[in-house]
């Protein structure tokens, strides 16, 4: 017998007892994207390296350890994309999107990082991202947390979460805090763990950001980015805050609050919660003026954020009920008339009933095994056509949730019945 081909560790099949979870979710999240104006766009899973190492950044954990890279038979370096972000905006720049205009576009897919897996993060993961182009003023990174807001409300998990926001202000004024925490950790270097000690003279806002609790009280000491804000950074976090503030938006200011990528600056958020344990962050971004820049194009202001699709439907899994989407009812099929017509009675009802959910036993089976199918299928009801109904032209309607009496209809006279079991 041949061996058995498993799957890539970190890189996980989404079977059908949990997709109801991932539709609902990515469902909500389609129809509030027209809500709010925003456009699909739909980007290739592959880019070229260099697209990744200009905007996240050579000295980021994703760019030197995370990423999948190989070189295709051309002998061009390629990369499955670690995030979103860097494809949309070479997309827009390719294709003329920005050029005086403003854009509001989302998009949905996988995302792929070589981690170490483990719950909340996996090697294929999935991520729902919203991008807006043009857009110079707060008013934008508000609408970006609002729709959010709104989106982990209509999922049931505005409760689970909490909104951290933060200001990382412009390049000018990063450089100059840089200086004084270099200085600063340099003093107590004994005290920095090993990816910390990487990050001191590279990336060394990163090490604000650590997780370790040896270094808490370290961190906390540490000079504030904020202290070396101008008054245009400060204004338009002030502005963030208050248009927040106006809509009734909880949050709080967490100046440790950094980005895992080189290209963010002004406002950063999280939505965080405490049910995953250590990846916490189940929706986060912020603004990144000068990536598109950076990537080869004018100067354009742009912010956006990102949802892990698994994080999500683990609160979810943990909160509320699977949404139902077992078949409103099984139509068993007894004898060779009965085949011959249940497949074409089934397409008329389907044709006449909008939105029901009709399982149609196929492959025969006795009447015995076809009503164990048919209460393994979850349906409430099953509908029995024989020889005889098909002779009489009606059909048996079997109550499998509660405890009715059967009854034999006209099949024509079975519509309404069916419409009083679709909500």
């Not at 209509?154 to 390049?171: A, C, D, M, P, Y």
């Not at 099984?330 to 017509?341: C, D, H, K, M, V």
């Not at 409430?380 to 109904?389: A, S």
Request: with cysteine; glycine share 8%; aromatic share 8%.
């Amino acid at each position: 017998m041949a061996k058995i081909i498993q799957a890539i560790r970190g890189m996980n099949d989404i079977l059908p007892a949990v997709t109801p979870r991932w539709q609902f979710i990515e469902a909500t999240f389609r129809k509030l994207m027209q809500v709010y104006g925003y456009g699909e766009i739909r980007l290739p899973i592959v880019e070229k390296t260099e697209l990744f190492k200009r905007s996240i950044g050579e000295v980021t954990d994703i760019v030197e350890k995370e990423m999948y890279t190989f070189d295709d038979r051309n002998g061009d370096s390629l990369t499955l994309r670690p995030e979103g972000t860097a494809g949309c905006v070479r997309a827009c720049i390719e294709n003329g999107l920005l050029y005086n205009q403003t854009q509001r576009l989302w998009y949905v897919g996988p995302m792929f990082r070589h981690e170490r897996p483990q719950k909340g993060r996996y090697r294929q993961f999935h991520q729902l991202g919203v991008e807006a182009f043009g857009f110079a003023g707060p008013d934008i990174d508000a609408e970006l947390i609002m729709l959010s807001a709104r989106l982990l409300t209509e999922l049931g998990l505005r409760e689970q979460v909490k909104l951290e926001i933060n200001t990382l202000g412009v390049s000018e004024e990063r450089q100059a805090h840089r200086q004084q925490l270099v200085v600063y950790l340099e003093q107590h270097q004994d005290q920095l763990d090993e990816d910390s000690q990487r990050r001191l003279h590279t990336n060394p806002l990163r090490v604000l950001d650590t997780k370790n609790p040896a270094m808490q009280e370290l961190v906390e000491q540490a000079p504030r980015l904020f202290d070396f804000l101008g008054e245009e950074s400060l204004a338009h976090f002030k502005g963030v805050c208050e248009f927040l503030t106006s809509v009734g938006i909880d949050y709080h200011v967490n100046h440790r609050l950094v980005r895992g990528l080189d290209y963010y600056s002004k406002t950063v958020f999280e939505w965080v919660t405490d049910q995953l344990g250590a990846q916490g962050t189940v929706c986060a971004g912020g603004r990144f003026d000068a990536l598109i820049e950076q990537l080869g194009s004018k100067p354009s202001p742009a912010a956006g954020f990102a949802v892990g699709i698994e994080r999500m439907v683990a609160l979810l899994e943990a909160l509320t009920e699977s949404p139902d989407v077992a078949p409103h009812a099984y139509l068993l099929i007894a004898g060779e008339a009965a085949e011959r017509q249940g497949l074409a009675l089934a397409e008329s009802l389907r044709d006449r009933i909008k939105d029901l959910r009709l399982l149609v036993n196929c492959g025969a089976g006795s009447f015995k095994s076809q009503m164990k199918r048919a209460d393994k299928s979850g349906a409430r009801l099953v509908l029995i056509l024989g020889e005889d109904e098909v002779q009489q032209q009606t059909i048996v309607i079997k109550d499998l949730r509660e405890d009715q009496p059967q009854r034999t209809v006209p099949q024509q006279g079975i519509d309404s019945i069916l419409r009083g079991f679709i909500a």
